[in-house]
């Protein structure tokens, strides 16, 4: 018989989240290592990238126009003197020695603005006659179109902290102050253990009562995505043996995860063997839906997921609870949930008493986004999870969203 470890904790979904991300916020990431720039997509900084000189180094034009002195457009139109013209990447020594009263440089966007002038007048503002002049049709204020030295970073501020995660914007930012290495946390190693004696891989022809091994695959995925290192570890039968074999060099991992056998049934014995290693339990249940049986704790010092069996509970599972532990593992400030309001496309009729986190399509177009549940046939739906880009989430106490409805979405 299964002998439950201990007095079962069950936590709302906030109380479950907030439980996580408080030991989150304790855990240290590993060594760093220098990866190329090119490879850096998805890291995590492990120090800070630093501005290494002003930006702007010059007062740089925002536009294609004439640079020139704001107050001699008080009144408009007025004609004015071209001394000369500055392209981008212009050298000091070829820019006009100073723009004075009455006169104008053509300049070109990303090019050093001359001494003198004050701001840029957009060329649509202009007309050129060809004899070195130019009626500008517009008046400007001071400083228009003209980047100040220095206004965007001064030199040795930090632009990124570490613990961000590199995304094209960060790669920008370290590309421009010189960075063609950068230093990354290593990727946590994330175990993957996948139990229950219907499951076989994926290379296997399953037998009339058994089903392929999805969610080491599908799991393994969502590490990668969140900045982890995948290890499938296989397949563990339902017996306390296979289970504790398998466990065990989970545990040289950053993580362990483990898939199904967290359930009330006869044969759910992942929390008995996880006890009898010295688990310490941190909850073995959230008022969710779906994904209720999702157990947290920690056992040997390293930290540890039951995520239950049902593909689709796996899969939401790991993004509400297991994502922000892994972040942090990665040396991330974990990132808070976001959810967008879309409106309801077809009504929802739920029961009350669970929080519910349903596979479902987003579609519309710019402002007016709409969301509708994915035809499913419960958790095990793995077909349908795959149609599905988003999650409908349902507070406990609602039972009937009619269409229309504004609604909170989780993106995938
Ligand atoms: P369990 O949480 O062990 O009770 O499993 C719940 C359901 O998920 C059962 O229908 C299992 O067959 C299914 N399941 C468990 N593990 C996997 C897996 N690795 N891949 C796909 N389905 C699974
Ligand atoms: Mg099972």
Redesign the pocket.
Known sequence: MAVLPQSQTILSFEDARRTVEEHAARVRPGETEDVDLRASLGRVLAAPIVADQDFPPFPRAMRDGYALRAADLTLVPATLEVIGEIRAGAAPEELPREVRSGQAAAIMTGAPAPSGADAVVMVEHTQSSGDNRVTVTRGVASGDNIVPVASEARKGQVLLDPGTRIDYGAIAAAASVGHSTIAVFRRPTVAIL???D??VEVSAVPGPHQ?R????YSVAAQVQAAGGEPQILGIARDDVHSLSNLIQPGLNSDLLLL?????M?KY?LVEQVLAGLGAEFLFSGAQIQPGRPIVFGRVQGKYFFGL????VSTMVTFELFARPMLEALAGMTPRKLVFLHARLKSDIVTKTGLKRFLPACLSGEFENAEVELARWHGS?DVASAARANCYIVIPPDWERIPAGEWVAVMVR
């Open positions: 996948a139990t229950g219907e499951v089903i091994n999805s969610n080491s898939t199904g056998g967290v359930s049934g759910d239950p069996g049902n593909p095990g």
